[in-house]
């Protein structure tokens, strides 16, 4: 009971002692908030979707963190939070170039009883006009717990599938339609909170809308297809999006 | 420098592009921009067949029995156009199912190269469907080359299913159409009716597909979008599938996830040194699997 106690306190101490690190280094950082209402509708989202998402991100030098929520409300949809993810960036030299490479974390809970986890290095190198990420990631399906104690499984019983290797790619086009106004086209396997299979390329036009120094506003339009590269292209699914970004300090 | 890098990674995406396509010479490049048929139109039309013949149950007198499945015959060739290519191993297949201890046979796409002579040898070369019950799923092959058409007209319905009767049980059978690497919204809702609606009336429940569903190796094939294996992989655990089997990707594997296996076969294709065909076996007791390698049968 003591012993317990102890334990308490020192997890206690611990967080505080983290929260304050948290608050000295947010003061002294750049922190933005991105966030974004979607509609859009797929072969399994049965009718319209609705997303609404939050990421909030710090910057401290070359190095960041970035961390966000996805809401998902549809007629398929069993629960109303659907994704959450983090992501930790810093920026190298490599070749003279400047590459920025993110560690990253995606949460899914996709349905009541089963949820993936991803894990994935993605590197970043953009010139005036093209943009390029590349990366990797691996996959985890797996079954709650509570689905496990429901479903009585033995110990024998598989219950989580991993697939180990998935490449993850961007390639993006950049032009500046003016002062104001930016447009990026690019073709991806990877969204904020999706990171299809490498053979499951997906097409996004982005407009952004730079209102001042603090305030950006943007618009993505995504067309997700299945087949390609069974040469059989079919529609899955499209997404309209709009977006602040605020940069708080 | 900084020049020399954006033209390797520029030659990079392309060759990345070609060689995710796993390009073969037989295949209907056509389908990366306007397939001629689309999964809804064709669920459509399957469904159209479906209301119009009846839902086929097979009887057998004993508890225990056996089905073989097989996958990727390929006939018409995989790489170059020959309409007797892919027969070898396909003769094999029918050797065996024609054997009295086999019930019925599946090939889970990928059965020709789309071209309609392709599936006339196909034709030729099966048994008599009454002596020998077989059932046919569409693969992206098959569609090449404006193949449904022929698919639909010999074979009928890609979207169906059938059931298998012992003296006590029965078991059900799915054979979904995933031949453009997505169910698409019909047959989605379909396959949520029929295991919302039959399951519970049956003892066992086996799903097959072309395209498999997981990743465990680097591969050019597709799988479904994540999104759609989801959906799909919810409905399996729920409705208590025991078996999805599928084909695509040539190379044997199984994932065991809680009361599901997900099998990917072995290509049946002549020019695969590792054909083999699943042999399912089903008693009162257990349902279990096992694969029958093609080198060992003459």
Redesign the interface.
Known sequence: MQKSKNNSIKLMKYSILLFFICWHNLVYSQVSVDTYLETGSTNVSAGLFGNFSTQISALFGSFSVSTGGLLNFSNANTSVFSAYSIQAANEFKILNLPVNIAALYLWKPFSADLRESDFGLLAKFRTKHWGYQLGINSRIYYFTNSARQKYNFADSVATSIWEPFNLMYRLSYYQSLGKKWDFEACVTNFDRYIIEQETNPLLQAKFSYKLNDKLLFYSDLGYMQAGLLNMRVNTFGLFLRGAVLWKIN | ??NK??SS?HIF?VL?TFF???CSLN???????F?SD??DSRFKQSEQWNNSHLFKQLTVSSENYQILVAGDSHIGGFAEVSHSEGLKNFTKLVIEAKKPENTAFLIVGDIVSGQKEDFDSLKANLPDYNINPYFLLVG?HD??FDGWKTFYNYFGSSTYYFSIKTPTFSDLYICLDS???????GQ?AWLKNVLETERAKYRNCFVFSH?NF???R?T????????????L??LF??NRVNLVISGHDHVRSL?????TT?ITMDALLDANPNASILKLTVSTTKTSFSFMDLKSLN
């Open positions: 420098m900084e890098l954006k990674i995406l990345m995710f396509s796993g295949v209907d490049i056509g389908g990366f921009f397939p689309l999964i992206n569609l090449y031949g453009s690497g997505t169910l698409g919204v989605l395209v997981f990743r465990n680097r050019g094939s597709t799988n479904p979008l994540v999104d759609e294996l989801y959906v992989m919810d655990a729920t994932n065991y996830f809680g009361f997900y």
